[in-house]
């Protein structure tokens, strides 16, 4: 945003519209890279402001939740409305919305639109994807629109940028209120009054649309595949398959690059500051710690682009729709898919996404098997022991590796591990009754690049914010515990403050294959998984001293066998091992007793699954 000036008018504005209308994508093209992103205070719903330039004015906006109303039915629309009507004391109060509208679906979105021009704040209603709209010979009259409503109309397109100088004329020229909207929330209409509220925006959508549009040229031919319950399972897998081997393929030059850098900081310093306490703090401790972790950031980053993808072009409410078969056998509905698949970015944005989910024992379930799911807080610790242990052998051919096959055995026993878990809880103290799965199916697009770019960076700020702080904070306590006390001026990582812990716990995690440096680390991801990479850095950076210091993973097969990095692979499949997941689910469910069950039961599995792999392996002469 350009300096403020006092010339300047200063103008705070807020985007609301219907999930999948392209409000989103239009808050990322006028804001960019200035955003702040929180959470709403006691709320799971997510908190995005930003700034916008225009000729003459500095605007400040506010992205509202994606929500179809404003009666107080769901924590979206209670917080949308709450912003409107300036009873949100977190944001600045808008001085007016621009409702941003699917053109081609017209009269679902004027529901919403009518409920914010009721209001009485200042509004306008930006008609998005008009080249869509156009595509398929649709026409509408904004005049006529806008003169029906009362409020300026546009036709824009956010995916391409498109009348982007007639939105900013808008905010130039936007007529502020005196007498801005107050009192308290609206109530929750009745049947009635929604049937009258919805046979008005029938009733306008019908007047304003002079070309109706035309049906998709090939969406429904290609549906036909995704869809199908046999093809759409296959095409599920196949893109599993092509994500899993972009991570190892696609991720290692930026990878190398990174471990380079890292690398060369933390030698530099070692040879460059005399001998003692801040040379080992500095280069052990801090770079060379916090580089085994942050290494792994272009693996993250592209599990978060292909999930940023596939949910711009549409493809994951089909998916849904797919898997709703697949959950339906385990008592749940294809409304769990989506906060299941975000759990594989983070669990946290899945759980919180549970609240979609209508039926309290559906979301219950939903909510104690996410973290089942695989996040990318576990794929550190995966592509470690993958690359160490499992040889780059093609399977078909060039395309498809052992080690991504490896991985996708991973992602697949902590997605069976959910489905079983599913199938006790609905058959025991979850049972319910089946709910009808409804999904919007949203047309194919073709993705905001821009979107995608905004969430990846959003998302490397939070990786890069956590190994600036928690795992740096982590590392060097356990530089610290590893370092000292030392004896004649040596230490012995062994006989150290780390080694005595390690050892303590040693006898209980023995049977699993593990040493005291994996119960180090096991112990410190309960921080967070991702600082298992930087213990196991830090005690091994300490213990092997000067020429002789060797890569991590050359380290680990010198100190480990194939079958104890597999029963290691095994325990993070199931493990329990993230406290930000489990205050999350304190506060969805209102208490500490599921997340004490979570903890409990996820450890044990853990522990189970871990102890037959070793065994089994040990039985059939693996180990």
Same mark, same amino acid.
């Given at each position: 945003?350009?300096?403020?000036?006092?010339?300047?008018?200063?103008?705070?504005?807020?985007?609301?519209?219907?999930?999948?209308?392209?409000?989103?994508?239009?808050?990322?093209?006028?804001?960019?890279?200035?955003?702040?992103?929180?959470?709403?205070?006691?709320?799971?719903?997510?908190?995005?402001?930003?700034?916008?330039?225009?000729?003459?004015?500095?605007?400040?906006?506010?992205?509202?939740?994606?929500?179809?109303?404003?009666?107080?039915?769901?924590?979206?629309?209670?917080?949308?409305?709450?912003?409107?009507?300036?009873?949100?004391?977190?944001?600045?109060?808008?001085?007016?919305?621009?409702?941003?509208?699917?053109?081609?679906?017209?009269?679902?979105?004027?529901?919403?639109?009518?409920?914010?021009?009721?209001?009485?704040?200042?509004?306008?209603?930006?008609?998005?994807?008009?080249?869509?709209?156009?595509?398929?010979?649709?026409?509408?009259?904004?005049?006529?629109?806008?003169?029906?409503?009362?409020?300026?109309?546009?036709?824009?397109?956010?995916?391409?940028?498109?009348?982007?100088?007639?939105?900013?004329?808008?905010?130039?020229?936007?007529?502020?209120?005196?007498?801005?909207?107050?009192?308290?929330?609206?109530?929750?209409?009745?049947?009635?009054?929604?049937?009258?509220?919805?046979?008005?925006?029938?009733?306008?959508?019908?007047?304003?649309?002079?070309?109706?549009?035309?049906?998709?040229?090939?969406?429904?031919?290609?549906?036909?595949?995704?869809?199908?319950?046999?093809?759409?399972?296959?095409?599920?897998?196949?893109?599993?398959?092509?994500?899993?081997?972009?991570?190892?393929?696609?991720?290692?030059?930026?990878?190398?690059?990174?471990?380079?850098?890292?690398?060369?900081?933390?030698?530099?310093?070692?040879?460059?500051?005399?001998?003692?306490?801040?040379?080992?703090?500095?280069?052990?401790?801090?770079?060379?710690?916090?580089?085994?972790?942050?290494?792994?950031?272009?693996?993250?980053?592209?599990?978060?682009?292909?999930?940023?993808?596939?949910?711009?072009?549409?493809?994951?409410?089909?998916?849904?729709?797919?898997?709703?078969?697949?959950?339906?056998?385990?008592?749940?509905?294809?409304?769990?898919?989506?906060?299941?698949?975000?759990?594989?970015?983070?669990?946290?944005?899945?759980?919180?996404?549970?609240?979609?989910?209508?039926?309290?024992?559906?979301?219950?379930?939903?909510?104690?098997?996410?973290?089942?799911?695989?996040?990318?807080?576990?794929?550190?610790?995966?592509?470690?022991?993958?690359?160490?242990?499992?040889?780059?052998?093609?399977?078909?051919?060039?395309?498809?590796?052992?080690?991504?096959?490896?991985?996708?055995?991973?992602?697949?026993?902590?997605?069976?591990?959910?489905?079983?878990?599913?199938?006790?809880?609905?058959?025991?103290?979850?049972?319910?009754?089946?709910?009808?799965?409804?999904?919007?199916?949203?047309?194919?697009?073709?993705?905001?690049?821009?979107?995608?770019?905004?969430?990846?960076?959003?998302?490397?700020? $939070?990786?890069? !914010?956590? +190994? &600036?702080? %928690?795992?740096? #904070? =982590?590392?060097?306590?356990?530089?610290? *515990?590893?370092?000292?006390?030392?004896?004649?001026?040596?230490?012995? $990582?062994?006989? !150290?403050? +780390? &080694?005595? %812990?390690?050892? #303590? =716990?040693?006898?209980?995690?023995?049977? *699993?294959?593990?040493?005291?440096?994996?119960?180090?680390?096991?112990?410190?991801?309960?921080?967070?998984?991702?600082?298992?990479?930087?213990?196991?850095?830090?005690?091994?950076?300490?213990?092997?001293?000067?020429?002789?210091?060797?890569?991590?993973?050359?380290?680990?097969?010198?100190?480990?066998?194939?079958?104890?990095?597999?029963?290691?692979?095994?325990?993070?499949?199931?493990?329990?091992?993230?406290?930000?997941?489990?205050?999350?689910?304190?506060?969805?469910?209102?208490?500490?007793?599921?997340?004490?069950?979570?903890?409990?039961?996820?450890?044990?599995?853990?522990?189970?699954?871990?102890?037959?792999?070793?065994?089994?392996?040990?039985?059939?002469?693996?180990?």
């Amino acid at each position: 945003m350009s300096t403020v000036s006092l010339n300047r008018r200063q103008l705070t504005l807020a985007i609301g519209g219907n999930p999948n209308s392209g409000k989103t994508t239009l808050f990322n093209l006028l804001t960019g890279l200035h955003q702040k992103v929180a959470n709403y205070a006691g709320a799971t719903v997510e908190k995005k402001m930003g700034d916008f330039s225009t000729a003459l004015t500095d605007v400040q906006i506010i992205d509202l939740p994606g929500t179809y109303g404003l009666t107080p039915r769901s924590e979206e629309e209670r917080i949308a409305a709450e912003v409107i009507l300036g009873l949100n004391k977190e944001v600045p109060r808008p001085e007016g919305v621009l409702c941003v509208v699917d053109s081609t679906c017209l009269e679902k979105s004027l529901y919403l639109v009518l409920q914010v021009i009721d209001t009485g704040i200042p509004s306008a209603v930006l008609l998005n994807m008009s080249d869509e709209l156009a595509l398929r010979g649709g026409v509408i009259d904004t005049e006529k629109l806008s003169g029906l409503l009362g409020v300026p109309v546009l036709s824009i397109s956010a995916t391409k940028g498109s009348n982007l100088n007639q939105l900013s004329d808008l905010m130039d020229r936007w007529k502020e209120s005196a007498l801005l909207p107050n009192g308290t929330l609206p109530v929750i209409p009745t049947l009635e009054e929604v049937g009258l509220r919805r046979s008005k925006a029938r009733a306008i959508a019908k007047a304003v649309i002079t070309t109706p549009l035309e049906p998709h040229p090939w969406s429904d031919k290609v549906d036909t595949i995704v869809m199908h319950h046999v093809w759409g399972s296959l095409l599920f897998a196949a893109i599993l398959m092509i994500v899993f081997q972009a991570i190892f393929s696609w991720a290692q030059p930026f990878m190398n690059a990174i471990d380079f850098a890292f690398t060369s900081l933390s030698g530099y310093l070692k040879h460059t500051l005399p001998p003692g306490f801040w040379n080992g703090f500095l280069s052990d401790g801090v770079v060379a710690g916090v580089g085994s972790v942050v290494v792994f950031l272009p693996q993250i980053l592209i599990v978060f682009f292909f999930i940023a993808v596939l949910e711009n072009v549409g493809y994951l409410p089909r998916a849904a729709a797919v898997m709703d078969r697949v959950l339906s056998a385990v008592g749940l509905q294809g409304k769990s898919f989506l906060p299941l698949i975000s759990s594989y970015a983070c669990a946290i944005p899945g759980i919180m996404a549970t609240r979609t989910i209508e039926n309290k024992r559906d979301r219950l379930a939903t909510i104690f098997v996410a973290p089942f799911m695989t996040c990318s807080a576990r794929l550190p610790v995966y592509a470690l022991l993958i690359g160490a242990f499992v040889p780059d052998i093609p399977i078909l051919g060039r395309f498809f590796g052992l080690r991504a096959m490896t991985l996708l055995g991973l992602y697949a026993a902590g997605f069976i591990a959910a489905l079983l878990t599913t199938l006790v809880l609905k058959s025991s103290i979850l049972r319910s009754s089946g709910t009808p799965f409804y999904v919007e199916i949203p047309p194919y697009r073709i993705p905001s690049f821009k979107t995608i770019f905004i969430i990846m960076w959003d998302r490397s700020k $939070v990786f890069l !914010s956590q +190994a &600036g702080t %928690i795992i740096l #904070l =982590v590392n060097v306590i356990l530089w610290f *515990l590893a370092s000292y006390p030392k004896k004649d001026g040596v230490v012995v $990582v062994r006989d !150290s403050y +780390a &080694g005595r %812990i390690g050892r #303590l =716990v040693e006898p209980a995690i023995r049977p *699993l294959g593990f040493d005291w440096k994996i119960g180090v680390g096991l112990l410190s991801a309960q921080a967070a998984r991702e600082v298992m990479i930087s213990t196991l850095g830090t005690i091994y950076r300490v213990e092997i001293k000067g020429e002789k210091q060797e890569g991590l993973q050359k380290a680990l097969r010198n100190d480990m066998t194939p079958l104890t990095a597999v029963s290691l692979m095994i325990f993070f499949a199931f493990a329990m091992q993230c406290t930000s997941t489990l205050a999350i689910v304190r506060h969805e469910t209102g208490g500490w007793k599921m997340p004490a069950i979570m903890f409990v039961y996820m450890n044990a599995v853990a522990y189970a699954a871990s102890f037959a792999v070793y065994h089994l392996g040990k039985l059939f002469g693996w180990g």
